[in-house]
C-alpha cells in the first residue's frame, strides 16, 4: 500500500505529463497468454491456408501425409479414399451426401429454408484410410490441439513433423464454415469404431468434444476424416488432380481413389507391392548438437558419467569416441552429468568438433530408389528418355539427407517453353513456392546446354523435359510452417546440383545418340536413293537383268550397312534405338523423302 | 483386460502380417504435445535466425521494437542506447565488459584456464530504453516465454504483433551460448529496480528464473536488456548499422546511441522532438470477420441482443446498420447472443455482405506522414530531389491501412545498376526477403520508364533513385513469423502501386524540366554564341563604334530572352533550377563547347 502511495506523489518528474504512473502498470494489463492456436488462426497464411484454392489443397495434403505416415509406420500396403464432394448451395437439411456412419445432426432450429444463405465455394473433404487407427484417448488431441504428435521428437523419416498439419486443417473448416473436424477411427476388428465430433477451443489450443460415439464400421481397421470448409475447386496448376498424381509418382506402393467434387472417378494403383524400407529412428549426431541442447540433453540423461552419456545418446559415438571426446574437451568421463556446467558443456561442444566422428548413419532414410522413381515417372510421364539416379547420403546440421533425381525427355512433352520441375521432400509433392525452394535454385544454376538443352543464364532450362528432385530425410528444413520450399543449405544445394547433373549426363548421351542416329538414318536415306540409280548404271554397264539388278543393289546396300556398321560398331543397341525411339523422327524423315520424291 | 485379450487372439487376419495388435497402442506411446518454444528452437530459421549474422540483426531488431512501441504506448520520446560487443576468444572470467549491475557469476569449478576454448562469432547485445518500465511479475514472462505479449489481441498499430520476439532472441542466445538473457527494468523514480536473469525451459514454454533480486540503477524508468549469442557482425548490406539507419529515416522522432563492436560510437539524433501521433486500437470491422470468429464473438460478448453485440463489439455498425443487418440476416434482432446457432451466425456473416456498412475508421493508423518522411530522406539520403507522398487509408479483409512511399533521385547516389528500394512495416525497416515481398513486386510491376527512367521489363527501374515504401497497418500481414515481407494481397499492391506512381509522376516532372532546362541552356548558349557575330556585322553595316556594339549585343540579348521567357513562362523557378540542380549538366554542356571550339 505505501508502495502504490509512493507511486501516485511523484508525477511530473519526468519529462512527459503523463498524470498516472507508473503507466507500467496499464500496460501489464494487457499482456498475456497467446495461445498458439490463436497465433496460427489469425495467420493461417503461415499454413498454407491463405486462399481457398490453397486451402483445399492443404487440407487434402495433410490429410494424405498423414495417412500414408500411419500406414508405412504400421507396415501396411496404403488404400487411401478420396472424396471431395461439393457443398455449394446445397441446403444442409437435405443431406445427399454421405456422412460418416451417422446422419450429422445440424443444429437446426429456424424456420424458413428458403432464407438460408447459399453457401458459395464449399466443400467436404472426406478421406479414409486402411491404417492401423487411432486409439480413443489420442483422437481429439491429433485433431483439435496444434503441436501435438508423434513425430516432432523423433529423428525419422516422415511426411509429417509437426504435429499442426491435420488440426490446422480442421482449425480452418472450423473458423470458414463453423462445423466441426468429424473423425471414425478403429483399431482393429474386435474393437468398436469410435466416432468423434471435435472442435478447436482455440483460446486454449484443446480439444472441444462436440459428440462421441461408438460406431459400428464394417473395416478392420482404418480412419476416415471429414472436414467441411471453404475452398475453390481448380484442375491443372496447383491442383489436387495434380498433386495426387505427383504423390503417385513419388510412391509406388500407394493406391489411391479419388472422387472429384464433379464426381469424376480417378484411380492411381499402385506400380509395386511392397512397401518401402521402413525408415528407421536414429539419435542425433554430436557435430548437430548446440551448445543449448547440450546442456538441456546433459540434463535429462540416464547415463551416469559423461562419457557413457556421449556414447548412449548420440549416434556414431562408441566408448573409444566417447572417451576422446571427453579428453579433447578437458572433461573427466566420469564426470555425472547432471553435475556438468555450462562452462564443460560448452568445452564438450568444442570437444565434439575437434573429434574425428563418423557421419551419420544413413539406413535412417529410405529413399525411393532410382529404379521406383524411374518406375513411377513411367507411369505418369509419356516421354522417350526417362533416367534417374539415387545420391548417396550426405549430411547438413548433423541430419542425414539422401537426394533423388529424375529425368522424362520428350514425346507429348511441350517442346516449347521451360522444363517441368517436380519437387518431393520425404515422398510429398510440394506445389508452391518453386521460387524460394533450393531445388529451382539449384537447377537453374546447373548449365544445362552441356547436356543439349536450350536455357538463358539463371533460369531453368527449356524444352520437352521434367526434372524430378526428391529429398529425404530425418528432418527436412522448410522454409515455413506449411511446407512449400526448402531452405538454401548449401549442402543440400551442392547434392541437388550432384544428382541433376548426374541425370542431365545420361540425358545428354541420349540427346547426343538420338541426333547421331538421325543423321545416320539420313545417311541411310540417302544410300537408299542412290542405290537403284548405281543399280540401273551397273545394270547398262554390265547388261544386267532385271533380276540381277535387285539383287546386286541388295548386296551393295548390305556391304555398305555392314561398313558403316563396323566403322560405328559403339552403336551396339542401335537397332533398339531405331525401333522405340528415334521412330518418330524416322517416320518424318521417310515421309519427307516420300513427299520429296513425288 | 477381456478386450486386450481380445486383440491378441486376433492376429493373422489382417492383410499384413503384424504379430503385436493393434499397431495403434504403440502408436498412441509417441503422440504427445509439443511446446511451442520447443517447436521454434527447432525451426529457428522461421524466427529469422538462420545464420548468425542474420541473428545478430533480428536480436536488436526485436529489442528495438519493443523498445519503441513501451515508449509510444506510454507517450515518451524514444531514447536508445545500443551497444555490441564481440566477447570472440574474451575469456569471460576476466570480465572487461559491463553486464549489469552486477558481476555476473558463472558457475566455474573448473581448474586449467588455458583449456578454455575461444568463443568465435560471439557477440553481447545490450540494448537500453527509457521507456516505461515493465512490473516485476510480468518480467519473466515477456522474456522467457514464446507468444506473449500485450499486442496480439488488439487491432491497433504496434511493431510487435505476435509476442514471439524478443523471447524468441532470448531462445537463440541460450541455445547457442548457454547463457541466461539478463533484465533490469525499472518502472518509477520511486520504484526499485529489478534485475532478472531468465532462462525459457523449452519443454514448458516457462520462464525459469536463475537469479532475481533489487538493484540501484539511476534512471528515472526504463528497461535494459543482455543477450549473449552466437552471431556475426558486418557492415554494409543487411547489417545493424543499415538497420539502424533506416529506423532512423522511418522514425524521425527517436534517438539511437549506437556502439559497434569495434567500439565505434554512431548517433542518430532525432529529427523531430515530437512524438508520432497516438495509434488507437479498434474493434474488428465486421467484414473481416469469419464465420469462426463470429461464432466465437457471440459466445463471449457480453451484449444482451445480437443487434446490441453488433452495435458495440464491431466497428462501423451503429444501432440502424446493426438492426439493418439483422433485417438482412432474417435473424431477430432481440436474438440473445449465445443462444445463436451455427446457422443464425452464418446468416449474420451473409447479411453482413449484404449490408452498405462504412470502411473502418482511420485514426487508428499513424503514418509517418509525406512531411517527416521527405524529411528523413533528406537527412539520411544525399540526392538532388525528393518527394513523399502518404495514400489515403484502404482496407485489406477488414483491417485498414495506409501506404506511403518517397523518392530520393540524383545526387551522390550510384548512377548504374538497379535502384535501391527501402521497405517499412509499422515503421520497422524489412532487410530480408525482398524477393518475395509484395512491396517490391508492385515497384516491379510498375512501369518508370513513364517517369523518365530506364527498366527492363519486370524488374526494379535503373539509376541513380531511392524508392521508400512504408505500409501502416493495424495487423501487417507478413510472410512468415520472422516478418520480413509483406503478403500479397491484392489491395496492398494496389495501393503501392498507386502511391510509387504518384511519387513517380513528381518525379517525371522534375526529370523533364531537368531536361528542358539542359536544352535550354543550350539555346540560351548559341544565342550567346551568335550575338557577338550579329554584333560585328551590325557593326560594319551600320558603321557603328565597338561600345554601341556592346550596347547592341545587351539589348539583343534581352530581347531575345525576354521574348523567350515569355513563350516559356511555365518555368517560373527556372533560376532556381539553373543555380542548383542543373548545374552540373549546364558544367558539362559548357565543357562540351568549349572542346568544340577549340
Redesign the interface.
Known sequence: MA?KK??K??TK??????KK?????E??K???????A??F???R??LGF?NPKKALLTTVKEAVDNALD?CE?????PEINLQIVDLSSKPEVKKEVEEGQTVLV?????K?ED???KYEDRYRVIIED?G????K??IP??FA?L????K???LKQNRGQ??IGISAAALYG??????PVRITSK?????PAHYYELKID?QKNKPEIIKEKKVEWNK??GTKIEIDLEGKYQSGGKSVDRYLKQTAIANPHVTIIYASPQAKQMVFPSAVKELPEESKEIKPHPLGV????M??MLNITKARTVASFLHSDFSRVGSGTAKKICENA?VPPKTKPKKA???????IV?GIKKTRIMNPPTNCISPIGAEALEKGLKKEIKAEFYAAVTRSPAVYRGNPFVIEAGVAYGGEQNPEGKSKVLRFANRVPLLYQP??CAVTQSISETNWRSYGLSQSRGSLPQGPCTIVVHIASV?V?F???SKEAI?HYPEIVKEIKLAVQECGRKLSSYVRKKKKIVAEKKKRDYIETYIPHIGDALKELLSLKVKDKKKVEKLLKKILEKKRGKLKNIKVHKADFDENLALEGDKKNARKKEKKEE
Chains 1, 2 share one sequence.
Open positions: 508502495k509512493g507511486k506523489r511523484q518528474k519526468s519529462t512527459n505529463s503523463n504512473r507508473p503507466i507500467a502498470h500496460l501489464a494487457k499482456q498475456r497468454e497467446i495461445s498458439v490463436e497465433f488462426e489469425k495467420n497464411h503461415l491463405d500411419a509406420e504400421a507396415k501396411i500396403l445440424t443444429e437446426e432450429t429456424e424458413p432464407i438460408k444463405p486402411n492401423p487407427g487411432i486409439v484417448k489420442q488431441n491429433i490441439k503441436l501435438y504428435g508423434s516432432f521428437h523423433t509437426q504435429g472450423q473458423l470458414t464454415t463453423g462445423k483399431i482393429s476388428p474386435k474393437s482455440t478392420e481397421h548446440e551448445l543449448g541442447r546442456i538441456k578437458s556446467t555450462r562452462e564443460m558443456a560448452e568445452r568444442h521460387g524460394g528432418w528444413p522454409t515455413s510452417e531452405a
